[in-house]
């Protein structure tokens, strides 16, 4: 990865893809930037607010305007009895204020019909809510369905900023160490193998493999092209084996000099027809799934799009093998040393 980069900025619709329904084009697989991936490294908790200002339903709006002016914040959660019942924003006050209603009470102004984004999604969801809402900001909940912070469109910004910031300081001694790591290994063919374990249904830490993977790509010297493209199609393979089976199942990355393998496995409950689960949008997701923002029926497709050469092995009842493979010219594994 270069450390010059060109000014940071967040994907529109039309650029963001992946889980949300969108097929990757062949264009878009060999041009994803690293502002597009860090749409999906980065989880919502990592930039959203957390130490959070709020409103109750019976306080007057004079009150609450004054908590906006001294915090420099534009918007507040409204919960009673520690329940989340609505967000209230400076638009709804000027609203208020338009009509001399500033003592009015919360409730009156507040918007209660809540769009919320989970504290464990990646910021591709954040950004796909805000795009289809035109909100502002978005309540973030956890696991249990508890407020934990909110998150806007400015928090993504400084997200990704901080980000790229940090990317630039440690770039040189990833490069370093990547240098590094085969130089003392003589053989006639060398692998480097990641096993991960991933649970089924674990959506909290969906997305960390393929996180790991692409770190481990480009320390090891991988043009960070191919390290998305790899990126992609793991990320994808991580979230079917948490849909879509009944154990789990194990993802693997096999570096070679020439050539990039990874792969799932797991025990169940295979496909029957292949050709179908190929088909764009095609899907077997459960509707409580598809509420979570996956399962759009896009993920082998978008596979398909990054690799070089896919296969599937699958027997109904007893599982499925998903192999991908993506050639490397020798010249773009920089630190590689294989014997």
Do not use: W
């Not at 709804?92 to 504290?119: F, G």
């Not at 649970?199 to 090891?220: C, Q, V």
């Not at 879509?244 to 070679?256: A, Q």
């Amino acid at each position: 990865m270069s450390p010059t980069r060109s000014p940071a900025r967040i994907p529109t619709e039309q650029e963001t893809h992946g889980r949300h329904g969108r097929s990757i084009t062949d264009d878009d697989a060999n041009a994803i930037n690293r502002v597009e991936e860090l749409s999906y490294d980065l989880k919502v908790h990592e930039v959203m607010t957390a130490d959070l200002k709020v409103a109750s339903p019976d306080m007057p709006l004079s009150e609450v305007l004054e908590i906006l002016r001294i915090n420099h914040i534009s918007g507040v959660p409204v919960k009673k009895d520690d329940e989340l019942v609505g967000i209230l924003s400076l638009e709804d006050i000027v609203r208020a204020m338009q009509k001399n209603e500033l003592s009015a009470p919360v409730s009156q102004y507040m918007t209660s019909k809540l769009t919320t984004i989970a504290s464990f999604d990646p910021i591709v969801g954040a950004m796909q809510k805000f795009s289809d809402s035109r909100l502002g900001r978005l309540p973030v909940i956890d696991e249990n369905n508890r407020l934990v912070g909110m998150i806007t469109k400015g928090d993504i910004t400084r997200g990704v900023l901080v980000a790229l910031q940090k990317d630039y300081k440690e770039e040189e001694v990833r490069r370093y160490r990547a240098s590094h790591l085969f130089e003392d290994i003589i053989s006639d063919r060398t692998t480097l193998v990641l096993r991960y374990n991933i649970k089924a249904h674990d959506f909290t830490h969906g997305g960390n493999a393929s996180s790991n993977i692409k770190r481990a790509l480009l320390r090891l010297g991988a043009d960070p092209q191919i390290a998305r493209r790899c990126g992609i199609a793991v990320y994808e393979a991580e979230i079917n084996l948490i849909i879509h089976t009944i154990n789990g199942g194990i993802l693997k990355l096999e570096v070679e000099s020439h050539r990039i393998t990874m792969s799932t496995t797991d025990d169940g409950p295979g496909i029957p027809d292949i050709a179908q689960v190929l088909q764009a949008g095609y899907s077997t997701a459960t509707e409580q799934v598809r509420e979570m923002g996956f399962g759009a029926g896009m993920g082998l497709v978008n596979i398909q799009r990054c690799v070089d050469k896919m296969e599937i092995e699958s027997t109904v009842g007893k599982g499925t093998k998903l192999i991908m493979r993506i050639n490397v010219p020798a010249e773009n594994f920089t630190a590689r040393k294989d014997g």
